[in-house]
């Protein structure tokens, strides 16, 4: 088992920045890419960015390219990301994933989720 718990999430005006964490905990062993999705009120869940625990891969969203980085620190065994020029359409719960088996932009594909935490981004 995977344990997951964000903190970071806020209110901030449009153009702020915000910095989410993961903490990761459990079997970390099993973990082998870590994803950040979020889902807004009335809207499917959608994917932010993903990277692989313990390689250098990242993959981001089209909406987040740019303005967003995804990183981590095995050391702390934690997932950042790191959110700036945030806009309106950023609002949402924004939790991570964790999956054993690949890095992927589907939700489908993660089994393990944090209780997410609220962005709001106000214009």
């Known amino acids: 088992q995977v344990q997951l718990v964000e903190s970071g999430g806020g209110l901030v005006q449009a153009g702020g920045s915000l910095r989410l964490s993961c903490a990761v905990s459990?079997?970390?062993?099993?973990?082998?890419?870590m994803a950040w999705f979020r889902q807004a009120p009335g809207k499917e869940r959608e994917f932010v960015a993903v990277?692989?625990?313990?390689?250098?891969?990242?993959y981001y969203a089209d909406s987040a390219k740019g303005r967003f980085t995804i990183s981590r620190d095995n050391a702390k065994n934690t997932v950042s990301l790191q959110m700036n020029s945030l806009k309106p359409e950023d609002t949402a719960v924004y939790s991570c994933?964790?999956?054993?088996?690949?890095?992927?932009?589907?939700?489908?594909?993660?089994?393990?989720w944090g209780q997410g935490t609220q962005v709001t981004v106000s214009s």
């Open positions: 994933a964790a999956n054993g088996l690949r890095a992927s932009a589907s939700a489908k594909n993660y089994v393990y």
């Open positions: 459990g079997r970390t062993s099993s973990v082998y890419a």
């Open positions: 990277l692989t625990w313990r390689g250098s891969y990242t």
